[in-house]
């Protein structure tokens, strides 16, 4: 038996930087109202042409592939988090092992949206733990932007959405004091409408039936979200989960050297914070910058905390999400 072991992480984000200045000359917005609720205050999208799931995926993964110090040739598996894929079919997993030249390994998808990432790296843990695979590349990447009804009809959930990639390296580690600890993966699928995008979907509306309707007023094909009923729910969820994950490892909420939760909404981040007595250099956040970009959220969030010295050799790091699904999940490491 092995622990895994995070060897490199890397994240991109597109170059085009939208404020919320920005959003409220296209919708009826401004940039109080979205601090006030999300905390967010620019986002990147992309610029179609340039960028899509896949490409940035694939950048992040470069990054993530050189610092952990391995060859690509040394990747055995590729397992891809997203809901927004480039292609209804095939998933992006393929296109990765494509576009970066890797050997034929296997490339799997992932659909569990804001927890995407935990669940890809937990599949990717089991993978190495029983020693089947040895070097695993972890990807969650997101556009939103294309997607979105960018008009004032859109506006409460539009304004929160960015896109972005990030990606981790998993490796074999010997040392079973280190890596990843634990992962604890949970779903209630009785709310899965209450954040969800409906359609295209083989069995509610599919294209065809969207192009025969030509219904203007057809909102099915953009996501939907339950704010409050997300927001009550998600906070429940957070702090159950970083307990779990705590208490299966003889840990206490003192142990936490790092929180990196999802950034669905500053807002959530503060109260579990609070909730936990958590210190600032305890908590990661950048909403602010990025927006919700679903599964690639806590890549992205866990490196740039990683490269600006907040994550040490010896530190316990929790994550923990909550999204649709509703799926929630947390994953508790030694670095």
Not at 145 to 160: A, F
Not at 272 to 285: A, G, M, P, R, T
């Amino acid at each position: 038996m092995y622990h895994s072991k995070i060897a490199g992480l890397g994240y991109y984000v597109p170059s085009n930087v939208v404020t919320n200045d920005d959003l409220s000359k296209i919708i009826d917005t401004n940039d109080e109202w979205i601090q006030e609720r999300t905390g967010i205050q620019e986002r990147r999208h992309v610029i179609r042409g340039e960028d899509t799931t896949t490409s940035m995926g694939v950048k992040a993964a470069e990054i993530a592939i050189e610092r952990a110090g391995v060859a690509k040739e040394d990747i055995d598996f590729v397992v891809f988090a997203t809901l927004s894929p480039d292609y209804y079919f095939p998933g992006p997993g393929v296109l990765v092992q494509r576009d970066l030249g890797l050997r034929t390994v296997g490339a799997l998808d992932v659909r569990n949206q804001c927890s995407g990432f935990i669940y890809a790296l937990s599949v990717a843990d089991q993978y190495i733990k029983t020693g089947m695979y040895k070097n695993i590349l972890v990807i969650g990447s997101e556009v939103h932007s294309t997607g979105l009804d960018m008009t004032s009809r859109g506006r409460s959930v539009s304004v929160i959405f960015g896109d972005g990639a990030g990606a981790a390296v998993l490796s074999r580690e010997e040392d079973l004091t280190k890596g990843i600890l634990s992962t604890h993966l949970h779903s209630e699928g009785q709310h899965a409408e209450e954040l969800a995008l409906i359609a295209p979907g083989m069995g509610a509306r599919w294209v065809t039936d969207i192009i025969a309707d030509n219904d203007p007023e057809d909102t099915s094909y953009f996501p939907h979200m339950n704010g409050q009923f997300v927001f009550k729910n998600a906070v429940v969820r957070f702090a159950e989960v970083i307990n779990e994950g705590l208490e299966a490892n003889d840990l206490k909420v003192s142990d936490i050297d790092m929180l990196i939760p999802h950034q669905a909404n500053l807002r959530i981040s503060q109260y579990i914070q609070k909730k936990f007595e958590l210190s600032d250099d305890q908590v990661f956040n950048n909403i602010q910058k990025y927006g919700n970009t679903t599964a690639a959220s806590i890549p992205i969030a866990l490196t740039e905390a990683w490269e600006k010295g907040k994550i040490k050799s010896g530190d316990t790091v929790v994550l923990a999400a909550f999204g649709s699904g509703f799926t929630w999940a947390s994953a508790i490491i030694k670095w």
